[in-house]
């Protein structure tokens, strides 16, 4: 499903990552000279735990499911990387393999650079070097947080930072009510359960106390938040 020219909304999507938008012209256009494009469908594997290195990637449309397997079999997603984000940089680094399986979810477009490429960039950006610095500094921060969340935060709680994410990254704003948002990227709560650490049981109650509440609303086709204002409530509730 290769494709070598991104889309508009494709290319947008990584030029606006925060983290990629705050680099140079130069290195910018740099990494997009050697960047190549791969198409996904749903569910199609882009890594597996244990791969070399051969590749950074950048998310550019749908989301890529990072997972990992239990000692029983079961298959457990530890985050979703959105469009605009930039992953795999870490085992070239170190040059370990992949630690962990990355599967598209949903229709999903990466943009890769190959390993050697990488390195030329670095070679010829020192620049580059200090932003990376940057990135794994915010992922370190984001760790944390999650973890801190994990252990002081309620359920609850944890559950509306979650959705209140999900609608920053994915939003698709309502076309029958303006106040309303259509959280895209489709989650069963299974799966949303794993991103909390918490059975699914468990997820379920709270996500019909916060329909009862108005805060959002559960269709078959995913989540809308009707009150983001409800949900950032139950958050401060707990902190």
């Not at 979810?105 to 050697?116: N, R």
């Not at 106040?179 to 799966?191: K, M, N, T, W, Y």
Request: with cysteine; glycine share 6%.
């Amino acid at each position: 499903m290769d494709d070598p020219i991104l889309t508009i909304e494709e290319r947008e999507a990584i030029n606006s990552g925060r983290w990629f938008s705050s680099l140079s012209p130069s290195l910018r256009h740099d990494i997009l000279r050697c960047a190549y494009v791969k198409r996904y469908k749903d569910g199609e594997l882009i890594a597996a735990r244990g791969d070399p290195p051969e590749e950074w990637i950048a998310c550019a449309r749908g989301a890529v499911r990072v997972s990992s397997t239990s000692i029983s079999g079961k298959q457990i997603t530890l985050t979703y990387v959105e469009p605009g984000i930039w992953f795999g940089d870490v085992s070239i680094f170190d040059g370990d393999r992949r630690t962990h399986d990355a599967y598209a979810h949903g229709e999903t477009t990466i943009l890769c650079v190959a390993k050697t490429d990488f390195k030329k960039i670095l070679a010829a950006h020192v620049e580059l070097y200090e932003a990376m610095l940057r990135l794994h500094a915010r992922r370190i921060r984001q760790l944390y947080g999650l973890v801190e969340d994990l252990n002081t935060l309620p359920l609850r709680a944890r559950l509306a930072k979650q959705l209140l994410h999900l609608v920053r990254s994915y939003g698709v704003p309502s076309l029958s009510d303006s106040s309303e948002v259509r959280i895209g990227l489709h989650l069963a709560q299974e799966e949303l359960a794993q991103l909390l650490g918490a059975s699914r049981q468990r997820v379920n109650q709270e996500l019909k106390a916060m329909e009862r509440e108005e805060a959002i609303r559960i269709e078959p086709a995913g989540l809308t938040i009707r009150n983001r204002d409800a949900l950032m409530r139950i958050v401060d509730a707990d902190n």
